[in-house]
C-alpha cells in the first residue's frame, strides 16, 4: 500500500468542522484514497473515498489536491459522536492496512 | 448497523483449545474479510474470501483457518490457542473482490477473544 502519514492527535470542538489532514505522496495515478473510522472497540466504519475529484456524502467531504499527494476530510459539524480513530488509507493487494490513525477527540 | 453479524459476541477459553467465530455478511455481498485487532499490532488484516473461495491472505498464522460457506457466511477457526492471540475479531464484507468498491468495505462489530 501506498504508505500514508496523519498527525496522531487532534481536538475539536463540537459543532466546527474538523479538518483531517493525510499524506500520501507515493500514491501511483490509479489508487484511490479511502477514509475509516473506529469508534472505540466498534467496527471500523467506512466514510468516503476518492481518486483525483473532491467528493461529498451525507458523513463527510474529501479534498484531494491537483497533485494528489496529500487529501483532507472534512466533517463539516463534528458533534461529540465523532469522537474516533480516523484511518486514511491508500490500498492494493485486496486489503485494507489501517496504520495509527488519527484520533480526534471532540470537546463540548 | 453495517448489516454485518458476527457471533459469539464474547469468547473466554483457555490456552491450547479450538474455537470458531461466525460472521455473516451483508446481503448482496459476495466477499469476506477476516481481521484481527490486538492492543499491540492495530488492525490487521487475515484473509479474504470471494463466493466461496479464497482471494488474499494476510498475517495469517497457520493455526488459523477460514471458509466461506455457500450460503457466503464464513467461518474463522482458531486452534492451538495462546494468550497472544487475545483480541478482537472484526469480519467485513464487500460487494466485490478488486477494485474500487472492494475496499468499501462493511464491518461487523466482533469478537472479543480471550485466552487465559
Known amino acids: 500500500d501506498a504508505k500514508t502519514t496523519q498527525p496522531p492527535s487532534m481536538d475539536c470542538a463540537e459543532g466546527r468542522a474538523a479538518n483531517l489532514p493525510c499524506n500520501h505522496s507515493t500514491i501511483s495515478g490509479n489508487e484511490y484514497v479511502y477514509w475509516y473510522r473506529q469508534i472505540h472497540s466498534q467496527g471500523p466504519q467506512y466514510i468516503i473515498h476518492g481518486l483525483k475529484n473532491n467528493e461529498t456524502n451525507e458523513m463527510a467531504s474529501l479534498i484531494i489536491t491537483e497533485d494528489r499527494k496529500s487529501s483532507t476530510l472534512i466533517l463539516p459539524h463534528a458533534t461529540l459522536r465523532d469522537t474516533a480513530v480516523y484511518y486514511c488509507i491508500v490500498p492494493n493487494d485486496y486489503k485494507l492496512s489501517f496504520g495509527a490513525g488519527t484520533t480526534v477527540t471532540v470537546r463540548a | 448497523d453495517s448489516g454485518v453479524t458476527q457471533t459469539p459476541k464474547h469468547l473466554i477459553t483457555a490456552t491450547g483449545q479450538r474455537v470458531t467465530l461466525r460472521c455473516s455478511p451483508r446481503?448482496?455481498?459476495?466477499?469476506v474479510y477476516w481481521y484481527q485487532q490486538s492492543l499491540d499490532q492495530g488492525l490487521q488484516f487475515l484473509i479474504q474470501y470471494y463466493n466461496g473461495e479464497e482471494r488474499a491472505k494476510g498475517n495469517i498464522l497457520e493455526r488459523f483457518s477460514a471458509q466461506q460457506f455457500p450460503d457466503l457466511h464464513s467461518e474463522l477457526n482458531l486452534s492451538s490457542l495462546e494468550l497472544g492471540d487475545s483480541a478482537l475479531y472484526f469480519c467485513a464484507s464487500s460487494a466485490t473482490s478488486g477494485g474500487p468498491k472492494s475496499y468499501e468495505q462493511y464491518f461487523g462489530p466482533g469478537t472479543r477473544l480471550t485466552v487465559t
Open positions: 446481503s448482496g455481498d459476495l466477499s
